[in-house]
């Protein structure tokens, strides 16, 4: 009488092994198997990036990371669910832990979405000038949530990505060529063609102001106690502070040099009497 309950017991232990074991070895049969699609998804997924010449090094690595994690949790919750485990409530487990987790790092993620974007839309490179975030500065270099810059002060600015790929960029070095806009005040007695002589001559003396194009002197406003003389040499981004602070010196000299006065205000004298 006993032998019978043991022989069902057997049997159900074999039936239930049977089952299992079959699952376990169909998981690890997907297992393999997926691990090879992924491998030849990747490599053909590198190889699209690498067609692209324009793509940053590190936005490619990220790239293919990032994919190969998605395509790697899509196969595991595949063999979770060829081993009778509900999926439906561990995708919802993952989904509030990746909410959670979001929120708990919404300015991370925002810099991280700005530095991608950046990368991709490249709105600067290493080595460029650009002014972004009440900063001026060459960009040192760009990473996944920051971008570094060289102020001209030699201060490194670290900008977030996220505030600086929703706002506003100039980028001085991108066309090549920069207008160096200054403004000199001469007396009202000046002659008009000899103060814009002299003007020109401040700014062709110099070999950094570019000849093309054409640096140039217009008249731009009849001030107070100044004729005001808008003074236009080009630069190279590498040199413009060079030719900024040249021109304004030699403006001074050769204005000098021909007897124009640049006005300011004169002390008056006061006399006493007895």
């Not at 049977?18 to 491998?39: H, M, P, Q, R």
């Not at 395509?71 to 509900?86: P, R, T």
């Not at 987790?101 to 700005?114: H, K, R, T």
């Not at 080009?234 to 124009?260: M, S």
Request: charged letters at 20%; one cysteine or more; hydrophobic letters at 45%.
């Amino acid at each position: 009488m006993q032998a019978e309950p043991n022989k069902e017991l057997m049997d159900i232990v074999i039936e239930k092994g049977i089952e299992y074991g079959t699952k376990i070895l169909l998981a690890i049969v997907i297992w393999i198997v997926g691990k090879f699609i992924i491998n030849q998804l990747m490599k053909v997924f590198k190889k699209i990036l690498q067609k692209n010449k324009n793509m940053d090094e590190t936005l490619e690595k990220f790239l293919t990371n990032l994919v190969r994690s998605i395509l790697l949790v899509l196969l595991i919750i595949a063999i979770l669910g060829q081993l009778g485990i509900d999926t439906a409530s561990f995708a919802a487990i993952l989904a509030a832990a990746g909410l959670a987790i979001g929120m708990a790092l919404q300015g991370s993620l925002s810099n991280f979405a700005g530095g991608v974007l950046i990368m991709l839309f490249k709105p600067f490179k290493v080595g460029d000038l650009i002014e972004a975030q009440g900063e001026v500065g060459v960009v040192k270099e760009i990473q996944i949530f920051t971008t570094q810059l060289a102020t001209p002060g030699n201060k490194l600015a670290i900008l977030p990505n996220g505030a600086l790929s929703n706002g506003n960029i100039k980028n001085y070095t991108e066309l090549g060529q920069l207008r160096v806009d200054l403004t000199i005040g001469v007396s009202y007695d000046a002659d008009i063609k000899q103060t814009k002589e002299v003007l020109m001559k401040a700014m062709t003396s110099q070999e950094n102001v570019l000849k093309d194009p054409a640096p140039t002197v217009n008249m731009g406003e009849l001030a107070d106690s100044s004729v005001n003389y808008e003074v236009r040499p080009w630069a190279t981004p590498d040199n413009y502070w060079d030719v900024y602070f040249q021109t304004i010196e030699n403006c001074k000299i050769e204005l000098d040099k021909a007897g124009i006065e640049i006005p300011y205000p004169h002390g008056v004298e006061i006399q006493r009497e007895g």
